[in-house]
């Protein structure tokens, strides 16, 4: 599998026109790291006092990670959780409360616990380094923290980590729905990609073909790796981890989320808020992004059957909207649609695109292959998997698109002119 610096190096001379830079994150991903953690980040030149943020699960699976460090002569204040699930901005603002004068901050773990240090450490501009314990999303190279406020879940700016550490070892023992989670993320994927070129025809926005076949290629090769997710084989524990870390390092060198995040993600946050909003912690973010992913994808191949289109200009139903949302989450939702990103795009244009619309669409993997890696990952695949009814299903699939200021071809539904039944893409041709 293609390194994160290998990654790097291809896209130096790119032609798309975009400087491909901004990705400096020392990556060390392999057998016998945990050791060797102390001495990693002495050479990477980390101060000696650390502010070391974990929660019991993540410091157990890090067993004696402290003792490790202050053999090289580490002084750790730990933060550690009962078990931290929600990213929550204001708890992001108490690491960066956290920071003394000469500290680096070292998150222990993955998920939450990477997203409000990594605000935290780069609001106090401190050195920020993550030990990862399970391979399980793509958030770990990534210059933004998804964080809540008051439910309602966005990207805030903050910067790569100047170190990734993960032990093979360490990532194979961690929960298999973890590492499902990670290959889910992955599989997501190629979603993301889909969107980003038909935003591209539609808007003109960047696209760099070089990014997306190498993001494509990383999660090919995962994917033929589903059969050893569940067990713990670190060959398969350290692919997904590799590939996790590539492709949230695509979104800092393409200086956009395009490539990892599409529809699929924009539906899992709308089930991540509307079930924080219900006074429920929600799943696993790679685990709800694997059944989005599943079906929008089946959404993705219906919508590409039609031939043909009969483009109307979109006219959104404000009170539908408003209802659907609600008065935590409209506020938000009228800041990300005035004016609606649709407006620019004629149904003339899309008309004309459409022939090329459905062939990036017949380039997305079937609905077969699809499920049949993620169960053979171990993965969700279905609503049921992750406590959805059916109602709550479909009611993301038609509104989700409205809590980003972004084309997908999700966001387009009301414009294309074609009826499609949802309810008729909750079941997959595998089932």
């Not at 993301?192 to 003109?204: C, E, F, N, V």
């Not at 190498?214 to 995962?222: D, F, G, I, N, P």
């Amino acid at each position: 599998m293609i390194s994160v610096e290998q990654f790097a190096r291809q896209l130096q001379h790119c032609s798309c026109g975009h400087r491909h830079v901004g990705f400096s994150s020392a990556v060390i991903i392999g057998s016998g790291v945990l050791q060797n953690a102390g001495r990693i980040l002495k050479q990477q030149g980390f101060p000696s006092a650390l502010l070391l943020v974990c929660d019991k699960n993540t410091l157990a699976a890090a067993a004696d990670l402290p003792q490790i460090l202050a053999a090289e002569g580490f002084s750790c204040t730990i933060r550690c959780y009962d078990d931290l699930r929600v990213a929550d901005l204001a708890e992001a603002e108490r690491i960066a409360a956290l920071c003394g004068d000469s500290c680096g901050v070292l998150s222990v773990g993955t998920g939450s616990l990477n997203d409000i240090c990594r605000y935290g450490a780069a609001k106090r501009n401190k050195p920020f380094a993550i030990f990862a314990t399970a391979p399980s999303m793509d958030g770990f190279a990534s210059a933004h923290s998804p964080l809540t406020d008051r439910n309602f879940k966005q990207n805030y700016a903050a910067a790569p980590p100047d170190a990734i550490l993960a032990d093979t070892a360490v990532l194979a023992a961690a929960p298999a729905e973890l590492k499902a989670a990670g290959f889910g993320d992955i599989m997501a994927k190629f979603i993301a990609l889909a969107d980003w070129q038909i935003s591209s025809l539609l808007t003109g926005e960047a696209y760099c073909p070089s990014v997306a076949a190498l993001t494509r290629s990383v999660a090919e090769e995962v994917a033929a790796c589903a059969a050893g997710v569940p067990g713990r084989d670190e060959a398969s524990a350290g692919a997904i981890m590799n590939a996790l870390v590539l492709t949230g390092a695509a979104m800092t060198l393409a200086g956009t989320p395009r490539p990892a995040s599409g529809a699929e993600h924009d539906l899992s946050h709308f089930w991540e808020i509307k079930a924080l909003e219900s006074g429920q912690i929600p799943e696993f973010h790679g685990k709800t992004v694997a059944v989005a992913t599943a079906l929008v994808n089946r959404v993705y191949h219906r919508l590409a059957e039609a031939e043909q289109i009969f483009p109307q200009r979109e006219t959104l139903d404000w009170n539908r909207l408003d209802a659907v949302y609600g008065p935590a989450f409209s506020p938000q939702v009228h800041k990300f649609q005035h004016p609606p990103v649709t407006d620019p795009i004629s149904p003339a244009l899309l008309s004309e695109r459409w022939p090329q619309i459905r062939e990036i669409i017949r380039a997305l993997p079937s609905d077969a292959d699809l499920t049949r890696w993620l169960m053979q990952a171990g993965a969700a695949v279905s609503p049921e998997d992750i406590s959805l009814s059916p109602e709550e299903c479909l009611t993301g699939l038609r509104w989700h698109p409205y809590m980003r200021s972004r084309i997908t071809l999700m966001r387009l539904f009301p414009m294309l002119g074609i009826p499609v039944d949802f309810r008729l893409c909750l079941t997959s041709a595998c089932s």
